[in-house]
């Protein structure tokens, strides 16, 4: 298990206090503190190597140009994926699924496919889909979920027909906390020929992750989300489908060549190489840096002893929430065997955005409330005022949830 008091050391933010209470911090879903290490790589970026990467021959480039480049050697080990080749370094998740949807989707959808996704995606899975559809005449379907929080396999299994070109799911919803099965949808897409996409933003930073064995084509997440810098991201993609794709964004860096034809007035590019290619302009050097410490910490932890860690402490919310609370709506399943550190909540009928408020300005305690950028979802679960929604990481306690808890039994009601 996680030494938790040791790990807190490293992350200087926790000391902070809130309206006069110690922090608790239960916002990770949306993003996690960084430890002094990754603070550490940053500032040592700047402080004794900043420079350009891939233009210059001089010593600092080179450094830069060494640092960044490995940084996706360390992602592409902790995923499994098959080298840096299958790692493109982006802003977000977000940016990531609009690569795949607009690279990929703008040479190979045409009218009357169907992108098969589903209900509880956030809408960052939703809307680059929506947008490449509506210019290739393509169809989105959305798969329900069940009642208990899990996606409907069944209706899946039906969604997915011959026109079926792109398959996407989340890996684990960030409001429900669902893990989804995505090995199994990923078997339906490979029947009819279709890609599968995973959206892991809530699923890598917090669970051990093997590309291959999940069998997916793509999969986009957050370095923000995994204790990296801000304004970090990744999308790894099979090389394959990397190779074949045209590239998302134009510029420096992503070509070998740019050749003036005086014949045709026109210019001639040729692609660089894997997986620069798709990394357009001067990236995020720093953030990728930082992103490569922020996986080294993880490395260390473990990525087992992190699921198990927030598996013990989501058990322990819903037990404590269960037994000891009234009038609490839970959203998602009850069973934390398939269920991330998320616990969706609301407070009688409550409007979720004042419970947070009260957790914070009495607490202490950091939450996020709202539709969580997944407003199907919440339609679908008729919490039309939204959810409150507490989540955890590696430096959580079980104290902290005691807290939660004691403030939930205290709360003023009011409609
Ligand atoms: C499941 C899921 N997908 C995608 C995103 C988008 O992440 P980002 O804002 O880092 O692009 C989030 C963010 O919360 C998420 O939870």
Redesign the pocket.
Known sequence: MLDVNKIREDFPILNREIHGKKLIYLDN??TTHKPKQVIEAIKSFYEVYNANIHRGLHTLSQEASKMYEEAHDKVAEFIGADGREEIVFVR????GLNLVAYAWGLKNLGEGDEIVTTLME?H??IVPWELVASIKKATVKYVPVKKDGTLNIEAMAEAITPRTKVVTV?H???VLGTINDVREVGKLAREVDAIFVV?G??SVPHMPIDVKALGCDFLAF?G??MLGPTGT?CLYGRRELLEEMPPFLGGGDMIKSVGYDAKTGRCVCEWNMLPWKYEAGTPNIAGGIGLAAAVEYLQKIGMENVRQHERMLIEYTLKRVVDELSDITIYGPMDAEIRAGIFTFNVGDMNPHEVSLYLDKEWGIATRSGF??AEPLHMLMGATKGTARASYYIYNTTEEIDVLVEALSKIPKKG
């Open positions: 879903t949306a977000n998740s977000t940016e956030h960052s899975n989340t684990i919803s960030n959206d933003a809530q957050s923000h989300k991201g969580h950028c």
